[in-house]
């Protein structure tokens, strides 16, 4: 059962879904994702002593949308698929293009962002794109004060992970 401890990161933003080999690309993604002012959740955050699948399908059931990272490796991860699943059944998933891969044929049919050998350059158009995607899914407007007009926040480290 998840504890008392964990409720300052029930709600965060974004949940990043990605396989283990692409981890360096999904810390990229979630530090970009932070500095854009949004609370992000990855793997990252389970600490020693916490049931990974309980930690996790906690996490992904409260965010607020679920980036999935798709590359040839990830389509290959039952746990992404799985998280990939949850998202759309919920309208929640905004998936990601890290690489060309054949995605799992009921994904095919939802738009995905190309983001294939993205630097990290927060004025890449197609990053700024995405990141209109996700407010969107996340009901924030792109004029609404709040995300867009913040200016970045030091990061402090939680229980939960890093949260703006």
């Known amino acids: 059962m998840i504890g008392a401890r964990e409720s300052a990161f029930d709600m965060a933003d974004v949940f990043v879904s990605y396989t283990r080999d692409d981890r360096n690309i999904a810390r990229q ?46 389509v290959e991860s039952d746990w992404v698929r799985a998280e990939a699943t949850e ?38 158009a197609r990053w700024r794109t995405l990141i209109d995607d996700l407010r969107s899914t996340i009901g924030q407007a792109r004029d609404e004060p709040g995300l867009a007009q913040q200016e970045p926040v030091a990061a402090k480290t939680s229980r939960r992970g890093v949260r703006p």
Do not use: N, Y
């Open 29 to 74: 993604f979630a530090t970009g994702l932070e500095r854009e002012g949004f609370s992000v959740w990855w793997d990252q955050a389970i600490h020693a002593g916490e049931a990974f699948d309980r930690t996790t399908e906690h996490a992904l059931a409260h965010a607020r949308a679920v980036v999935v990272l798709w590359s040839k490796r990830s």
């Open 87 to 124: 998202a759309r059944a919920t309208r929640r998933l905004v998936p990601v293009m890290i690489e060309p891969c054949k995605r799992p044929v009921i994904f095919e049919l939802i738009h995905t962002a190309d983001l294939a050998g993205w630097s990290g350059d927060a004025t890449d």
